[in-house]
């Protein structure tokens, strides 16, 4: 069956960088597109970005001031696969669970009803 499992969480302080790991068996990786999503405490979990089958990329910060785009970057490796989430100058505000996520569509969803397959998560803490 179909597994997701994600790597590469922990307490940074702010400013700093992790990049996040999803290593998925039971698919054929390149048929799936692939997300992030996140979850803070009391919160609805909620669109990062998401890859598609061809690498175009969407993030949540599409529609948000320059200063918010570019923090975060989404990549894959077929040969690997594995999805990767790249995240600079992290914020106390970023701390939560990071889930990765598939589903076999060639662009995935912003919602997360539009996904099949999920991870354990992974937590991320940012410290002031």
């Known amino acids: 069956q179909v597994q997701l499992v994600e790597s590469g969480g922990g307490l940074v302080q702010a400013g700093g960088s992790l990049r996040l790991s999803c290593a998925a068996t039971?698919?054929?990786?390149?048929?799936?597109?692939m997300g992030w999503f996140r979850q803070a405490p009391g919160k609805e979990r909620e669109f990062v970005a998401r890859?598609?089958?061809?690498?175009?990329?969407?993030?949540?910060?599409?529609y948000y001031a320059d200063s918010e785009k570019g923090r975060f970057t989404i990549s894959r490796d077929n040969a690997k696969n594995t999805v990767y989430l790249q995240m600079n100058s992290l914020k106390p505000e970023d701390t939560a669970v990071f889930y990765c996520a598939a589903v076999q569509t060639p662009l995935g969803s912003t919602i997360p009803a539009g996904w099949n397959y999920w991870g354990q998560g992974t937590q991320v803490t940012v410290s002031s």
């Open positions: 890859i598609s089958r061809s690498g175009g990329v969407t993030y949540y910060t599409t």
């Open positions: 039971g698919l054929t990786f390149s048929n799936y597109a």
